[in-house]
């Protein structure tokens, strides 16, 4: 049986066209290809959401390497500014163009194929394991969550864990994730007294509290960065107040922040300052304030060590390049992994994911299925 392609596999994947939560038969792709290779292949939907758990080797072993990613896409936009068909694979010049293409359909395919022709090869003294959801790009409430779930109900477990997010920056291998940032929003509702503009007095604006509080939070120094991680961030991203006339004053003003937090904080922590902060506000200026507050997920590291050493070990046979470890970036579902088993990531270089006419190298799939090979010989030698 020759090795599989994994340039065919991404094309087969973009070609379904699986905007989150739709699957669009992708992970029926993916099933095919793994039952037919040896793995036990199971379904843990929930949600409405597809997602496929399989498994080479006894679920006994000790030694378990374990994939995960996802098969879900944003959407694409307006299809008139697209140049190539955002589900076609289309291959121009050595690029495969459409929706997924790097964010992450040619991951998944590079570390299937790249299991599948492992376990055929040189059938490992333990277990393969790929966790793949379709609900990475929305809610991820009923994706990689539900898949843990399934696994502690069966008895499953994973050992380490590799997720083929993209990850590098500028050029194929020039990083590594082993931690992300937490990130977290909070709503601001703030309700005065609406009110003749003529007559200010009369009333209580909710804007000037509202002002207020926006600067004294996005003033703020939440910390100088840690030995991993970057400064906390605080953006104000959004003041909404909604009132069309120029001689009324408002009686409620709304605002959002996101907070992109390191292991200097937790959710709690900056939900009680974020609370404190309103509090204060609210009685200087004799107005109710209501806040509400939602993590998406806490910092995590994975310390350099075993796990960062093999995957940067391997990035660099492959390509040369000794790969940064670095914590930037936005969530992933290795905020739910570390709460399993260690974890880091390593895929593409992510310069296009989520844009129009989003690409890939077709030579960098073929690269990065070396690499995760790599690593299972390494993992398991």
């Not at 593409?348 to 790599?374: A, W």
Request: charged residues 20%.
């Amino acid at each position: 049986m020759p090795p599989i392609d994994p340039v065919r596999l991404t094309a087969d994947l973009v070609r379904c066209a699986s905007v989150t939560p739709a699957d669009g038969g992708a992970m029926d792709v993916l099933h095919e290809l793994l039952s037919g290779a040896g793995f036990d292949c199971a379904w843990a939907d929930r949600g409405g959401i597809r997602n496929l758990y399989a498994r080479w080797g006894d679920k006994r072993h000790t030694r378990t390497f374990g994939f995960n990613g996802h098969t879900d896409v944003v959407p694409i936009g307006n299809v008139a500014d697209w140049s190539m068909p955002p589900f076609g694979a289309e291959v121009k010049d050595g690029v495969m163009y459409g929706r997924g293409t790097t964010d992450m359909k040619s991951g998944v395919a590079a570390f299937a194929a790249a299991a599948v022709d492992f376990v055929r090869d040189t059938p490992p003294d333990g277990a393969v394991v790929l966790a793949i959801t379709g609900d990475e790009e929305g809610d991820a409430v009923d994706g990689t969550t539900a898949l843990l779930d399934y696994m502690a109900g069966a008895g499953e477990a994973m050992s380490v864990c590799l997720v083929g997010e993209p990850t590098c920056p500028n050029a194929m291998g020039d990083m590594i994730k082993i931690g992300r940032r937490g990130s977290m929003n909070a709503w601001f509702t703030v309700t005065g007294k609406q009110g003749h503009a003529a007559y200010p007095h009369r009333a209580n604006n909710p804007l000037n509290p509202m002002m207020r509080l926006m600067d004294q939070l996005a003033s703020h120094e939440l910390d100088r960065g840690t030995d991993h991680f970057d400064a906390s961030t605080l953006a104000i991203v959004t003041v909404d107040v909604g009132n069309p006339a120029t001689n009324v004053i408002p009686a409620q003003a709304r605002a959002t922040v996101n907070i992109r937090f390191n292991d200097t904080h937790s959710g709690e922590s900056l939900t009680a300052w974020l609370q404190a902060q309103a509090d204060a506000v609210a009685v200087a200026y004799g107005v109710e304030i209501d806040m509400t507050v939602q993590v998406s997920g806490e910092s995590f590291l994975t310390p350099p060590g075993p796990l960062s050493d093999l995957v940067a070990k391997a990035v660099e046979a492959e390509t040369g390049v000794v790969p940064e470890l670095s914590t930037t970036g936005g969530t992933s579902d290795a905020r739910f992994v570390k709460n399993h088993c260690p974890v880091v990531e390593f895929g593409l270089v992510g310069q296009s994911m989520h844009q129009v006419d989003e690409h890939v190298r077709v030579d960098h799939i073929h690269q990065l299925k070396s690499i995760y090979g790599r690593i299972l010989r390494d993992y398991f030698a």
